[in-house]
């Protein structure tokens, strides 16, 4: 297992506890900005999480795909980029 994927595994169980912790805070009526800390520091960590995920698939599978010279499979490559990444900005 790489160093970035142990990462990206950390920051997945990271978010996890957070998000465990957002729903006890939520059930006991915490106060909301205490709420809405703690969901921005989960949602921060799953965003580092998805860049460390592009950068490995960028490196790897795109990388391979790019030196292939199979046309549909970089075609196919660029078009799951472009979607992945539509979703992440929205």
């Known amino acids: ?29 915490k106060y909301c900005i205490d709420i809405m800390t703690q969901n921005m520091a989960v949602i921060g960590l799953l965003k580092s999480a998805n860049n460390m995920l592009m950068e490995g698939h960028l490196n790897s599978c795109f990388k391979n795909a790019m030196a292939s010279k199979n046309d549909k499979k970089k075609k196919q490559m660029i078009d799951e ?5 539509k979703l992440a900005n929205k």
Not at 2 to 18: L, P, V
Not at 81 to 85: A, E, P
Request: glycine share 0%.
């Open 81 to 85: 980029i472009l979607q992945v990444t």
């Open 1 to 29: 297992m790489t160093e970035q994927k142990k990462k990206t595994i950390i920051n997945f169980k990271k978010a996890k506890s957070h998000l465990e912790k957002i729903i006890k805070m939520t059930e006991e009526d």
